[in-house]
């Protein structure tokens, strides 16, 4: 018995430990870290053409607010590009009484997807060749600018740093229970892998961007090779940043407070299905996965597990009760660590503080998306997206 508690102590120390880390972290992006809000200074000077472009595959829930919240920036010289993306049902037609309002904006249909391309890199690659800017701006259908500032906001940032691309992280739009509990811990998951002063380094191979908001000279996009170096792939944000990288350009990610809002999902079944997609697109590897599986077992829920099981067998008078007591004083030491530090990242992300009690709920529905994400490693294996359905080696 005390051999199998010495083996608990061994596992959740290194978990306290690296907990305890996590109060630095916290504490460095507070300190150290920009964040990009409608008070952050702006563009000033000559003004180049900016062309936000957006592929949109049956988006009539979101289009009006995405594209009437962007042409209401207060940037002075912009031209947006809607490319509905074979889309069933009123989006065009949404897209279309607009532009009807605004020359600004343009609506491209399109009707068909080549095979080789997955519909989101075909419809942004359009969208890209009919833009005219000297910037392109990439935007997701589902975004919606709560600042009039976002644009003037981005390019101070751009020009400041010399990004080829600048990727402005959004804010999540969480209403239901199962989206604060979830979506903040699955966030975190991406936290693991790419974090963002590390993807801001020039000598770390590490390469991140969020398709949500990409501002990308127009220069950089062609010498990369444009969509079409990556027409094959589902994240296709990601691996336009690493191509950023490998050419030796300025690629930046930067955090926004109260520029622009994304809501991903509003059910649990909407939660596990997206996110199953993103690890998969994203990690790309079942390696990346098994480990990312397994530091969530051990650092999400092995604390919990450990401290009931010293502290039960302690109360029950098992043998080597000393060493029991040992482990559920550790384990419920990791478990407050724990909780601290969940309760100071989410209230630096915006997420419901008060919920972060939830986090091995959160844990267990994340296990269960990377789970899937693992499966469709399998040979034969499919991913659908957008009502599309690709074969497992679009992002290999």
Wanted: proline share 3%; with cysteine; net charge positive.
């Amino acid at each position: 018995m005390s051999a199998i508690a010495l083996v608990l102590l061994v596992l959740t120390v290194p978990a306290i430990l690296i907990w305890s880390s996590r109060h630095y972290l916290i504490h460095r992006q507070q300190t150290d870290s920009e964040v990009l809000s409608p008070q952050s200074p702006s563009w000033t000077g000559d003004c180049p053409l900016v062309s936000v472009i957006v592929s949109a595959k049956d988006e009539e829930a979101n289009i009006a607010a995405c594209v009437e919240s962007m042409l209401a920036q207060d940037y002075p010289n912009l031209e947006m590009i809607v490319c509905s993306d074979r889309s069933s049902d009123r989006t065009a037609q949404i897209v279309r009484e607009l532009a009807a309002k605004d020359a600004r904006l343009h609506l491209i249909e399109l009707q068909h997807k080549p095979d080789e391309w997955t519909g989101k890199c075909h419809g942004m690659w359009t969208a890209a060749a009919a833009a005219r800017g000297q910037y392109l701006c990439m935007i997701d259908a589902d975004c919606r600018q709560v600042s009039c500032r976002t644009i003037s906001v981005a390019m101070r940032e751009a020009g400041d740093h010399g990004s080829d691309l600048l990727s402005v992280l959004p804010t999540l739009e969480m209403r239901g229970f199962w989206e604060n509990v979830v979506q903040p811990v699955c966030g975190g998951v991406m936290i693991i892998w790419y974090r963002p002063d590390r993807v801001n380094d020039p000598a770390r191979a590490e390469a991140y961007a969020n398709g949500a908001f990409i501002l990308m000279r127009r220069s950089a996009y062609d010498a990369i090779g444009t969509h079409q170096a990556v027409r094959d792939k589902l994240m296709e944000d990601m691996y336009l940043a690493a191509r950023i990288k490998q050419a030796g350009l300025a690629l930046r990610v930067v955090q926004s407070r109260s520029l622009y809002v994304v809501r991903m999902y509003t059910s649990l079944a909407q939660i596990i299905r997206g996110w199953s997609r993103i690890f998969f697109g994203t990690f790309g590897t079942l390696k990346r996965l098994t480990v990312s599986l397994a530091v969530m077992l051990l650092m999400g829920l092995l604390p919990y597990a450990v401290a009931i099981t010293g502290l039960s067998l302690y109360a029950g008078g098992a043998a080597a009760r000393g060493w029991w007591l040992a482990t559920g004083i550790v384990g419920s030491a990791t478990v407050a660590m724990q909780i601290s530090v969940i309760w100071r990242f989410y209230k630096l992300t915006g997420a419901c503080k008060s919920l972060a009690w939830t986090y091995p709920i959160g844990c267990v529905v994340t296990l269960a998306a990377l789970i899937i994400a693992m499966t469709k490693h399998r040979r034969g294996a499919t991913v659908v997206w957008r009502n599309t359905t690709y074969s497992r080696p679009a992002d290999r």
